[in-house]
């Protein structure tokens, strides 16, 4: 399944052109998620080496969603901030450098696939309380 992501995604840059959403969402996961689901802060790594942390937060005025988007950009060193702008497009969390998708069966894990030049995939836990 990772495999078939990463090549989607890999298709889409070799070519030159930006999706206009994200790839179709993948067996067993969301469809139709809410902006809720995401909230909170999700830790995992990038292939299992670099370490990668999403907080998702929404206004409660305007209802947008942003993302605060950490990663490590060298192993053991402090990591990298930005606050992306995103929404829920398809069945993904969407932003301009990633999608985040959640499975059907828990509220407390989920998948990242980056959006870079070598697409890169993360599993990726929320913090804190176990959620359903």
Known sequence: MRNLIALVLLAIVMSGCQPEGPPPTPPGFQANP???????EWNGSWENIW???FT??????????SVLYEWEER???PLSKQTLSAQILGGALT?????????QSSGIKARAVGRFDEPRTANISRAGAERK
Do not use: M
Not at 97 to 103: E, G, S
């Open 51 to 53: 370490q990668v942390r």
């Open 34 to 40: 809410k902006a809720e689901d995401f909230l909170g």
């Open 75 to 77: 192993l053991g060193q």
């Open 56 to 65: 998702v937060s929404q206004d409660s005025t305007t209802g947008a969603i």
């Open 95 to 103: 932003a301009n450098l990633f999608y985040i998708w959640l499975p």
